[in-house]
Structures are given as structure tokens and as C-alpha cells.
């Protein structure tokens, strides 16, 4: 079992990086891959991101793809998800997850963690 915990959030302003964290509890880690997807206020969840376990393989929703980056750090359990150039449509709760594989589809996720809020302001 992985135990995933978010951090990183916060309010910046239209322009502006922030760099998400999850670390990964479970000696299981580095079998899945990591996706992290979001939320917005009246919206379904979204994906955003998805990093194969050897971090070889990395798959980005169009509307980030140029902007965000994600990575992650075995000997850590982490994963990160580096944003710039951020845009006030990027304000959702933002949740890591693990996979089988990389895949896109949010029901496709087993293991959430709980998420941080990201505010962009214009």
C-alpha cells in the first residue's frame, strides 16, 4: 500500500512558478506510476500529469503541457510537479496519485493522496 501526502500549494499571482511535492510512504512506491491531477470549484477532476516508476516516460495534458514538468525522486519517494507561467484557469485542488501505469484517466488511479489547494490570482 502507498500513502501519499501533498504540499506546496498556495496563492500566487498570474505569472508565477510554484513547485507541488508528494511524498510516498510503502515500499511499493516505486512500482506504480505517478500522475497528478486537480480540481476546480464546480468542475470534474482532471488530469495533469503522469510520470512512468523509472521516470523515463512522461505524458501532459494539453493545457500544461510547456508549463508544468513533472519529475520524481526514487531514493526520496517523491514526485514533484514544477508549474510556471501559471494562469488563473490553473486554480483547482491539486492530488497526487499512483498507477499501474501511466495512464490519463482519473478512475484509472488507485492511491490518492489528499491535496493542496493552488489559488492563481489575475
Known amino acids: 500500500q502507498v500513502q501519499l501526502v501533498e504540499s506546496g500549494g498556495g496563492l500566487v499571482q498570474a505569472g508565477d512558478s510554484l513547485r507541488l511535492s508528494c511524498a510516498a510512504s510503502?515500499?511499493?512506491?516505486?512500482?506504480?506510476?505517478m500522475g497528478w491531477l486537480r480540481q476546480a470549484p464546480g468542475k470534474e477532476r482532471e488530469f495533469v500529469a503522469s510520470i512512468s516508476w523509472t521516470g523515463g516516460y512522461t505524458v501532459y495534458a494539453d493545457s500544461v503541457k510547456g508549463r508544468f514538468t513533472i519529475s520524481r525522486d526514487n531514493t526520496k519517494n517523491t514526485v514533484y510537479l514544477q508549474m510556471n507561467s501559471l494562469k488563473p484557469e490553473d486554480t483547482a485542488v491539486y492530488s497526487c496519485?499512483?498507477?499501474?501505469?501511466?495512464?490519463?484517466?482519473?478512475?484509472?488511479?488507485?492511491?490518492w493522496g489528499q491535496g493542496t489547494q493552488v489559488i492563481v490570482s489575475s
Open positions: 510503502g515500499r511499493t512506491f516505486t512500482r506504480y506510476a
Open positions: 496519485a499512483g498507477s499501474r501505469g501511466v495512464v490519463t484517466n482519473p478512475r484509472e488511479y488507485e492511491y
